[in-house]
């Protein structure tokens, strides 16, 4: 009985493992890329080159680097020798040899960096990330070899062979990189930051593409399933070659096999089940960061109303600048008439150039109406992730049957679109 417990505690461990990897690898796929200009509170994925204004310089491969880890392992072997005596006394004396690596020093820098894309630059504190990097330095030498006490320690380990091992990893200067984790406001500037969060369910930075980091997680959940496959009627196995011949107890491989199944189906509608549930929060909070920004832009513009009425107030293009202005206040969404009322009102009024708080409004509504845009692509695209997975077989079933809807989408008019995207800066 003993031999079944332990082998069924370990394929339910496996198990467990196997959908820990499977929730990992949903979470990976169902989050949209962000950028760096359009990052708000929450859960992120982004992709771009790692940046810093004081690299760091790799201590052995010397390589420009925004962090890097480096250790020196030496090698050793020994003869053991070991005696036993056996119940009858007589004494048996056995020799064999063993050897191994141990590291005789290590250590490595790591500071705050930047991770740049097409729209900006984004802080990223790696402290408490799991940190996939590239191998930078692989060296192993003898003691004649300069590198062996000019980057190691003095000293030497028991049997040492006086060989030693030299191993450098890190991220490189502009490399690229994929980045998931919680973004949060940061405290010394008004922008956001990704920075380790003990609620967030991964906080991830690797060298490697999407793709790469999603197919190791994809590893993960086949091999532990597969694992525990084989170790649930395995228990039944050794019990039965202990106490039994194996024919008289095939019905109960049959059974743990089947047992294990059942358990590996709830616990996967149990993921789905999770899984969408964290994709309609996220959905939502996408929405909710739209109403942000454009709360943000509602803002702004009675301040730049304000400005614009120091200057001539009963001219008509500015009445008609004040108008247009009002009118965003009042029309939500719809923008198409701001940046050319802009446009009008500075050339027609040369002096709002000299004024340095038009221009920083100014510059400030420019950022707000990409970052509605951005906002607004976000919940688009996380959302299209969640309707997909509203489609998609078996998920479809879980939907259903746990009552999930799907979400409109955003949408716009030509003309909102492209004033989007015309520059508020003349």
Request: aromatic letters at 8%; a neutral charge; hydrophobic letters at 45%.
């Amino acid at each position: 009985m003993i031999p079944i417990i332990i082998a069924g505690v370990l394929a339910l461990a496996c198990l467990v493992s196997a959908y820990w990897f499977l929730r990992r690898k949903r979470l990976i796929n169902d989050t949209p890329t962000s950028k760096a200009l359009g990052v708000f509170i929450g859960l992120v994925e982004l992709k771009g080159a790692a940046e810093s204004d004081a690299p760091f310089t790799g201590r052995l491969s010397g390589a420009k680097c925004v962090l890097y880890n480096w250790r020196v392992d030496e090698h050793w072997t020994r003869i053991v020798t070991t005696t036993s005596t056996d119940g009858k006394g007589h004494t048996t004396t056995t020799t064999h040899t063993e050897s191994g690596w141990t590291t005789v020093a290590h250590g490595g820098e790591e500071a705050p960096f930047y991770l740049q894309d097409d729209t900006g630059v984004i802080r990223i504190q790696p402290e408490g990330a799991k940190i996939e990097s590239r191998e930078l330095y692989d060296k192993t030498v003898g003691m004649l070899d300069p590198l062996y006490y000019g980057k190691g320690p003095a000293g030497s380990v028991a049997n040492s062979d006086h060989r030693r091992r030299f191993v450098e990893t890190g991220i490189p200067l502009h490399a690229q990189l994929y980045v998931m984790g919680q973004a949060r406001e940061r405290q010394d500037a008004v922008a956001a930051e990704v920075a380790r969060d003990k609620k967030a369910p991964l906080f991830l930075i690797s060298v490697h593409t999407e793709k790469q980091v999603s197919a190791e997680q994809g590893w993960g959940v086949w091999v532990f399933f597969f694992l525990g496959l084989v170790l649930a009627p395995l228990g039944v196995l050794v019990a039965n070659l202990i106490n039994k011949p194996v024919a008289a107890l095939w019905p109960p491989y049959v059974i743990a096999g089947g047992a294990y199944l059942v358990a590996a189906a709830l616990g996967w509608m149990w993921t789905v089940f999770n899984s969408l549930v964290g994709l309609r929060q996220r959905t939502r909070q996408a929405w909710g960061e739209v109403d942000i920004q454009l709360k943000r832009r509602a803002d702004l513009i009675p301040n730049l109303v304000n400005v614009v009425e120091g200057y001539s107030v009963h001219e008509k293009g500015t009445q008609e600048l004040l108008t247009a202005l009002r009118g965003q206040v009042s029309a939500g969404t719809n923008i198409s008439g701001l940046a050319p009322s802009l446009r009008v009102a500075l050339e027609q009024y040369p002096d709002l150039k000299a004024s340095e708080q038009f221009l920083n409004l100014q510059k400030e509504l420019a950022e707000t109406e990409e970052r509605i845009a951005l906002a607004r692509d976000y919940f688009n695209n996380i959302a299209t992730f969640y309707n997909g997975r509203l489609q998609i077989i078996p998920d479809t079933f879980i939907g259903k049957m746990a009552g999930f809807k799907a979400e409109n989408l955003m949408t716009a008019t030509a003309l909102e679109r492209a004033a989007i995207k015309v520059s508020l800066v003349s």
